[in-house]
């Protein structure tokens, strides 16, 4: 199993800036892949960016170049920079991991951009 721990999530006036970070504990030597969803209310969970083992990234359309995903596998971590952020970026951002069977998420951390 591999659990996951988010932080840094918060309120945020448009144009400003988050940081948020994912700490895996467990059997992490299985995740192949980690990365960030987020879910606005009425909303289905969508895929915010995400980073295989062997640096490939994939990032939403909407977040394209406003949002940076970077990893430090050694630390077990992920971390997403979010930049000009927009009021539609408003939702829980959850930490991802992906193994080649399973799939793990974190509790959740509420980001809110204020108009």
């Known amino acids: 199993q591999v659990q996951l721990v988010e932080s840094g999530g918060g309120l945020v006036q448009a144009g400003g800036s988050l940081r948020l970070s994912c700490v895996a504990s467990g059997s992490t030597f299985t995740i192949n892949e980690m990365g960030w969803y987020r879910q606005a209310p009425g909303n289905q969970r969508e895929l915010v960016a995400s980073q295989m083992n062997g640096g490939t990234t994939k990032y939403a359309d909407s977040v394209k170049g406003r949002f940076t995903i970077s990893r430090d596998i050694a630390q077990r971590t992920v971390t997403l920079r979010m930049n000009s952020l927009k009021p539609e970026d408003t939702a829980v951002y959850y930490c991802?991991?992906?193994?080649?069977?399973?799939?793990?998420w974190g509790q959740g951390t509420q980001v809110t951009v204020s108009s």
């Open positions: 991802n991991a992906r193994s080649i069977l399973k799939t793990f």
